[in-house]
């Protein structure tokens, strides 16, 4: 992200607010260059990606089918891709507005000034973070809202991103779930999970062998984000006292999302989100796009004489694939249980 600061020629004229405006626009540019933990969330759920339309459509492609026998001399089989299911996102606009009033020029506060300045930028970050936290933890729904407007969670396959009968393109009557009330309780269902994610498979039927590497779990979520630690960190197995390796050791990369708090009724059944982050790039997945990156305009008002500063952004977020994850713990009468 690189932003912009612009100034209107009211403020530029106007002497006592123009002896603070580059000192405020340096503020804009020195938050912006800090990253914070909404920076990391947002990277670590979304593939974030830049783009110049209004929208942005992707999708998937089967692939081909396996090497076939042939008689000597004979013409090899033709195959092709198959176009999968294809998503379109289009890119909405967001926008906030900050007035640092005259009097905090005439008594010098600059300390206010940047406090406000700053709170511009890190306001935006955290508004992208929370609105693809949203995005991906509603996901069981067919719609999220996020600031009291409606955003859709639907892939290119017409089912929420979360859900228990997703569509096979080229299989039919064939369906498959990434949707389960089971809590990550144990090790070992853990690695089912795991087990679950490699064997989902493309949309012509072949296994795919997605590696699951990421467990995201609710900030609020304190006995799982204990159990979790335990489980990717220990030696020997969690839980038990046999003198068994831990297979679960080093293979997970723990993401908590501080900006997902669900009522937890039950701390020992809380929800989570396993993730593969190389099938979320391969798939294009979880994607985030940035439109218009913060775009900072400001003027003097007559009437108040109070500088005014106005931030515009641009951005989408939503899904490609359901593939690279799978949401565990679930309370919808919908999801799958395992046996």
């Known amino acids: 992200m690189a932003v912009i600061v612009r100034s209107t020629t009211n403020l530029a004229n106007d002497n006592v607010w123009n002896e603070w405006s580059d000192q405020l626009a340096g503020v804009f540019h020195d938050e912006d260059a800090n990253k914070n933990d909404d920076d990391k969330l947002l990277k670590a759920l979304f593939n974030e990606k830049k783009s110049d339309k209004f929208a942005e459509k992707a999708g998937t492609f089967g692939t081909f089918s396996n090497f076939v026998d042939k008689t000597e001399g004979a013409n090899a089989a033709d195959d092709d891709f198959e176009q999968g299911y294809f998503n379109v996102l289009q890119h909405s606009s967001f926008a906030k507005t900050v007035t640092l009033s005259r009097e905090l020029a005439d008594d010098a506060n600059i300390d206010m000034m940047k406090a406000r300045a700053r709170n511009m930028v890190k306001a935006y970050k955290r508004s992208k973070a929370q609105f693809g936290s949203d995005m991906l933890t509603g996901g069981e729904a067919n719609t999220i809202t996020y600031e009291g407007k409606t955003y859709s969670t639907l892939g290119g396959d017409g089912v929420s991103i979360f859900n228990a009968a997703h569509p096979y393109k080229s299989l039919t009557s064939v369906t498959e779930s990434n949707v389960f009330t089971n809590p990550i309780a144990t090790p070992e269902i853990l690695n089912r999970y795991a087990n679950i994610m490699r064997n989902f498979k493309d949309d012509k039927g072949h296994p795919l062998g997605i590696l699951a590497d990421t467990i995201v779990i609710p900030g609020n979520a304190y006995k799982l984000e204990d ?47 396993i993730m593969s982050s190389e099938a979320n790039k391969d798939l294009m997945g979880n994607t985030f796009w940035d439109r218009v990156d913060l775009d900072i305009a400001s003027e003097v008002e007559t009437k108040s004489r109070n500088l005014v500063y106005n931030g515009y952004a641009r951005w989408s977020a939503g899904f490609y694939n359901w593939r690279q994850v799978i949401m565990t713990g679930s309370t919808s009468n919908t999801a799958t249980t395992l046996s």
């Open 227 to 273: 159990l979790i630690k335990k489980i990717i960190g220990s030696d020997g197995e969690v839980g038990n006292d046999y003198n068994d390796i831990n297979t679960q050791r080093g293979k997970w990369k723990l993401v908590v999302d501080h900006l997902w708090t669900p009522t937890i009724a039950d701390q020992s059944a809380a929800p989570a989100i």
